[in-house]
Every structure is written in C-alpha cells, then in structure tokens.
C-alpha cells in the first residue's frame, strides 16, 4: 500500500542540508554575471547512457516504474518516495527517494539539442558554492564528471557545520537529469551504491513541446491510490521552479513503498 501525506522540508541534517546553492536565473545557459567565451566551461564528452538513465523512446512504457510525468522511478524495497511541491503553484517539482540515512532528489530539465548543459551548470554551483566559503571538487565517476561539495552553515550551537553534497548530471537528447545525493551517501560510496543505480534506471519523457533550456520538465502525483492533495498552507516558502537548489524545498507528500 502507498501511503501519501503532505509535510514541511525535513530540517535533518542527516537526509538533507539546510542551505544556499546556486540558482539558475535564465533560458540561455548563463547566471547572472553571464558566461564569456574565454570562461564557459570545456564540454564533457559523451555519457554512455546503454545503461541509464533512460530516454522515453529507449524503453517500453509498461515496465513497472512510477510513472511521475516527467521521470520514471524505479523502486527498490525500504525506499521512501518524498515528492515536493510548490506551494503556490502546487506543482510537484523535485522526487526525492530516500534510503536509511541517504537521499537522492531528481529532477530533469529541458536542454538544448547541442548538449552540455551539465558542464555549464557544475561550474556555476562550483562558483557559487565557493563564494558561499564552502568547497566543490570535481570528480569522475561512473556517469562521468560529478561535484562534490560541502557547504558551511550554522550549527545548533552556532557553529559552523558543514553539509556535503554530490551532484550527478547527465545529458540527455533535450533533457537534463540532474540528481543530488545528500546525507551519508554524500561521503558513503557504498551508502550512494543504491542510489546511484536509482538514478541509472530513471527514465525521462521529454516530451515534443517546445521548451527553454533549463526549464523545468512538469511533474505528477502518481495515478495509483493517490489521495488528494489539500491546499497548502499559506506559511510555507516558496520555491522556484527555476531553482537547482537542493536544500530549499517545498512541501512535500510521501510514499512509503
């Protein structure tokens, strides 16, 4: 049975972090200072996807994923499925699947046919996270380059603690899947093994609409047993769908598989 219930952002800092990551603010690819020629990032080469994540067209629609709109999740016994929502537009926006002491938010994005908008993106967390006093390290993994970050906040007892993060990125054709593993999968290969094979079996539906590079792809309840959703309280912040930040979440409906 799949139980769903609407809750605030987990403060934990076990599953997740409770700080600033970059956003990104426009359709072309830039942040806000804007990329030159001399400083845009040199493109990764080519991710084999044979074994994921998974275009729509490379794989059958009825093969028992969650079909959440946009992505297509794979679960896996002690998993809990958090789906996060924008409270004013009540849109789901980010899946979070969630294992022992680890989580894995996912989310895709429309992406130029050219390409490359991982690396362009790991750069601007990288600067932006830098500027912040954390630090962010680029590594090569099995989906090729990822970002490994850690980033200062104030602890309970003021302070300062650091939060790391891994972000996963690959391109796909007009998609973008971007993943962020937080807690101890963050620092746990073996804690992220499980993880990471969820985002290698996520499939993304594109879909033939139009879209600027970095929008959003739209999100969905699942169709099975879902109860409806009340509206969302007016106290709760907002959150931009324009937004790659990890940390500052909506509300948030749970399935626990």
């Known amino acids: 049975m799949s139980i769903f219930r609407r809750r605030k952002a ?5 599953v997740d972090g409770d700080t600033d990551v970059p956003e990104l603010t426009d359709e072309t690819g830039q942040d806000d200072a804007g990329t030159d020629a001399e400083t845009a990032p040199v493109p990764d080469a080519p991710v084999d996807r044979s074994a994921g994540p998974f275009d729509a067209t490379e794989v059958a629609d009825d093969d028992g994923r969650l079909d959440l709109g946009a992505l297509r999740i794979t679960g896996r016994e002690g998993m809990e499925l958090r789906l996060e929502i924008d409270p004013e537009q009540q849109h789901v926006i ?5 294992l022992g ?16 908008l991982w690396a362009d993106i790991r750069s601007e967390i990288a600067v ?3 500027g912040q006093g954390g630090t962010a390290d680029v590594e090569q993994g099995d989906l090729g380059a990822e970002l490994r970050t850690r980033m200062p906040s104030a602890g ?18 007009r998609w973008f899947l971007r993943g962020v593993i937080s807690g101890r999968g963050a620092i746990d290969d073996d804690a992220a093994a499980p993880l990471l094979e969820i985002f290698r079996n996520t499939v993304v539906v594109r879909g033939s609409d139009p879209m600027a590079p970095r929008e959003l792809l739209p999100l969905r309840l699942p169709q099975e047993d879902a109860t409806p959703v009340p509206p ?3 106290d709760l912040p907002t959150t931009s769908t324009d937004d790659l ?5 909506g509300p948030e409906i749970t399935e626990v598989r």
Do not use: H, K, M
């Not at 309970?156 to 054709?173: E, I, K, N």
């Open 101 to 116: 002491e680890s989580a894995l938010q996912l989310q895709a994005f429309a992406a130029p046919r050219s390409g490359g």
């Open 10 to 14: 987990d403060a934990e800092t076990t």
């Open 94 to 98: 980010a899946a979070t699947a969630v």
């Open 128 to 130: 932006a996270i830098a």
């Open 245 to 249: 930040n990890p940390f500052e979440r």
């Open 156 to 173: 309970p007892d003021g302070r300062t603690v650091f939060a790391p993060a891994r972000f996963l990125g690959v391109d796909g054709p």
């Open 232 to 234: 969302a309280p007016t």
